[in-house]
């Protein structure tokens, strides 16, 4: 996965690295918005999702940095929640956004300084592990009794099977698929992302 030697000494423009960003944040909002998986069949479990949309998150971080990477998942979230803001009233968002930089950010900042295949399967998993924690500990203290008290109190009697049983599981599935299809996707889309 490592880049074009000539690619890597172009400097690339504030407008290519803006569009860039804005064409993967593009595709991320849709594959957010268009193909969200429930896993679990049985509520409150049913809210959780398996999405696809940190892919493109991911190749951005890959490209150009950790910090296009988060901007990425940044406009995903808010243009889904501005096209739908009493979904979840914003939690559902706030939990997406904050378990996607949980994998993307440690995943880019790893390739960022290791620029090989290697490097990017360190961040990778770096990334899972990451990911999967953070999302067990920020839904059991900030996501499900924000939860709680927007929607269904009744969900806290269930709140550590759901953070650190379903929630472990959906982001532990939902980053291996993402780590997988980008490392798949990264090496034919590398010359297009270095444009």
Do not use: Q, W
Not at 63 to 81: D, H, N, Y
Not at 82 to 93: F, I
Not at 121 to 138: F, H, K, P, Y
């Amino acid at each position: 996965m490592t880049n074009n030697p000539s690619a890597s000494k172009k400097r690339t423009t504030p407008v290519s690295y803006i569009t860039k960003i804005a064409v993967l944040a593009a595709l991320s909002v849709i594959l957010y918005a268009f193909i969200r998986i429930p896993l679990f069949p049985v509520p409150p479990f049913n809210v959780l999702k398996l999405d696809f949309a940190s892919i493109p998150s991911l190749l951005g971080g890959f490209a150009m940095g950790p910090v296009a990477g988060v901007a990425i998942e940044g406009i995903k979230v808010l243009v889904k929640f501005a096209a739908d803001p009493t979904e979840t009233a914003g939690v559902g968002e706030l939990s997406n956004f904050i378990v996607s930089i949980a994998f993307i950010l440690p995943a880019s900042i790893v390739y960022k300084y290791h620029k090989s295949r290697k490097g990017a399967v360190l961040g990778m998993i770096t990334g899972v592990l990451t990911c999967v924690i953070v999302g067990a500990l920020s839904n059991y203290f900030i996501i499900v009794p924000f939860y709680a008290k927007m929607f269904m109190p009744s969900i806290m009697n269930v709140r550590v099977v759901f953070a650190f049983g379903y929630c472990v599981a959906l982001n532990a599935i939902k980053t291996i698929i993402a780590s997988v299809l980008t490392y798949a996707l990264y090496k034919r889309l590398s010359p297009i992302l270095h444009l």
